[in-house]
């Protein structure tokens, strides 16, 4: 192979990559414009930004990155309900698809373009990349819902769609009306179905979330069903002994949303905890597991939700200790058992002091 073929196709391999990460990286900025306007509403919040589908290439606690780079999603587990939150997260991703439309385009005919052989030899590549954050911006943009066939987004409305009912969301009774898609009972239920986790509901059933979203709903009213799901929880617990590290696990999750009294339904959790000591070693496991938390971050474990929301740490880590006694004395030596108790210790020393 002389060295002008192996250069030309040296230069054709880079086209390649250079096509894919200009894709991949549009798919991301207009991910991350929806990224910004949720900390500009919210503030708060696990996220996670997926950029493309198929094969996983990159995951991470927030992003994950597939190896085809059409289209993405922007998953926040703080929900937003009022117009303003809705018109800041929803706008967030076009308006930066057009910023870098229109640096595209600077670019291209900017003197740069004429001097370089970078932009010369991969002109029609940057052609291609322009065009997909144009068609990016113009789906995005208007009012619509995806077909379910569409890969990440099926059946999801777009910014558009969802821009365009918050503009609608008006106030006064006569508007109010109007937007009252689903009846108070109607979202309750829906509410319960999911156990109130915006990320599900958006997940499974958008058109119905967003119905949600526009009722704007109190947060006395929120904090009421998240008091009832609670007592649901408690009184379905010990129904199912296989089932008692699931509803354990959503017990912390309802209490770390932080709209009911946390520490009253906390020390009600370490009274059922004292008596998970006849739990068999996969549920005494996967209870040790919620307590620890499964993400990078620990702040979805029950270590962490204990020692924020109430003084109960100290207690909470004795409860737990003598579970793991009682296991370790009956099931010694599982190696998942061993994992979920190193990790459980490891979230205690991290977050023991966070209210002192």
């Known amino acids: 192979m002389t060295d002008k073929v192996f250069i030309n ?7 390649i990559v250079f096509l894919w990460l200009g894709l991949a990286i549009s798919v991301l900025v207009h991910e991350t414009g929806h990224m910004a306007g949720y900390r500009l509403a919210k503030g708060e919040g696990d996220w996670t930004i997926q950029v493309g589908f198929g094969r996983k290439l990159i995951k ?7 190896i085809i780079p ?3 999603v922007y998953h926040d587990t703080a929900p937003v309900y009022t117009k303003a939150q809705t018109l800041l997260c929803s706008a967030g991703g076009p308006v930066l698809n057009l910023l870098l439309i229109i640096i595209l385009f600077a670019l291209h005919s900017s003197s740069l373009s ?3 052989t970078f932009i010369d030899h991969y002109g029609p590549t940057w052609d291609i990349i322009r065009s997909y954050n144009i068609i990016m911006f113009v789906s995005a943009i208007v009012p619509v819902r995806y077909p379910d066939l569409f890969p990440v987004i099926g059946g999801m409305e777009s910014d558009g769609m969802n821009i365009l009912k918050a503009l609608r969301n008006t106030s006064g009774p006569e508007a109010a009306d109007r937007r009252q898609i689903m009846t108070l009972e109607e979202a309750k239920e829906f509410y319960f179905q999911y156990s109130g986790f915006s990320f599900h509901m ?17 947060e006395d009213i929120l904090s009421q069903w998240d008091e009832e799901l609670l007592d649901l929880r408690f009184e379905a617990l010990w129904d199912d002994p296989d089932r008692v590290w699931s509803l354990h696990g959503n017990i912390l999750d309802i209490i770390s949303r932080n709209r009911c009294d946390a520490p009253r339904y906390l020390e009600r959790l370490l009274g ?8 068999d070693l996969s549920g005494t496991t996967l209870v040790v597991e919620n307590m620890a938390g499964r993400t990078e971050s620990m702040k979805d474990g029950g270590v962490y939700i204990f020692c924020r929301y109430s003084d109960l740490g100290e207690r909470m880590n004795e409860v737990v ?4 006694a009682s296991c370790s004395a009956k099931h010694g030596g599982d190696q998942r058992f061993d994992k979920a108790v190193s990790n459980y210790r490891r979230a205690y020393r991290k977050w023991k002091d966070l209210k002192r």
């Open 272 to 279: 059922e905890m004292e008596k998970m000591d006849q739990l």
């Open 70 to 72: 059409f289209s993405g």
């Open 321 to 324: 200790e003598r579970l793991i």
């Open 114 to 116: 004429e001097t370089s």
């Open 9 to 15: 196709v040296l230069l054709e391999i880079l086209g």
């Open 202 to 218: 958006y997940r499974e059933e958008p058109v119905r979330y967003n119905s949600l979203r526009m009722m704007d709903l109190d």
């Open 60 to 66: 991470t606690k927030h992003f994950d990155i597939r």
